[in-house]
Structures are given as C-alpha cells and as structure tokens.
C-alpha cells in the first residue's frame, strides 16, 4: 500500500510539475513599451514619469520599477532639510533652570516653544 501511495504522490509531482514547465508567463512588457519608456525618460527624466505611464499604459510606480531594473532610472535628489538655528533643548532647559523655582529634570519631554514659553514667564516674573 505504502509503495503505490508513494508511486501515486510521485507521478502528481511529475504531473504538475510538466503543467508548470510548459506554462508560459507573458512579460508585463512587451519589448516595443521597453523602448518607448526608456527613449521618453531620456528625453524627459524624473518629470515625465507620469507620461511615460499614461503612453506605455502602466502605473507610475511599475513604469519607475521598470526603469530601475533596466538600469536607467537615476533617482532624484531630495532637497537638504534646513537645520533650525535656535537653542538645543538642553540649552533651553539649562536657561530655564536658571529662572525658575523648581527642578527642571522633568521637562525633558516638554516641546522646545513651550520651555521657550516657561521661560520667558518666568524671566518676566523674575524682572518685576
């Protein structure tokens, strides 16, 4: 019993096997949506994106995907994020530690705009 379940299970395997071998998978793109993205990303870049999927009939993102597996696709910049110049919230904390009556260890998690705000109240009370 065992070795004809076995023979069985073996000649499913073989069968499904042959049906996946001789199933052909279509290209999401044909060779002729290839050129054509690659030739208007050259001429259009990051910008004409949404063009080049409208023409082809794909997404934007396939289209990016596409590009990048082709080797073409050069990702852009992203612009550099200004750094704030006010004071660290350390240095705020140092200052209001400085004016106020009470421990300042507890306001670590306090936003910067309200130390600034604690600050400046007690820098007013302290002045009168």
């Known amino acids: 019993v065992y070795n004809t379940l076995n023979i069985n299970i073996q000649q499913m395997k073989g069968h499904q096997m042959a049906e996946t071998a001789t199933a052909t998978k279509s290209p999401n793109y044909t ?6 993205a690659i030739s208007m990303y050259q001429d259009l870049g990051n910008e004409g994106l949404e063009a080049i999927a409208e023409a082809v009939g794909k997404n934007v993102r396939s289209v990016r995907s596409k590009l990048v597996r082709e080797g073409i696709y050069v990702a852009s910049e992203k612009p550099a994020t200004r750094k ?26 306090a936003t910067k705009s309200a130390l600034t705000q604690l600050i400046g109240h007690f820098s007013i009370e302290n002045a009168d």
């Open 31 to 36: 060779d002729e949506m290839v050129e054509t």
């Open 84 to 109: 704030n110049d006010g004071p660290t919230k350390k240095e705020l904390l140092i200052q209001l530690e400085a004016v106020s009556p009470f421990e300042v260890t507890g306001f670590m998690g």
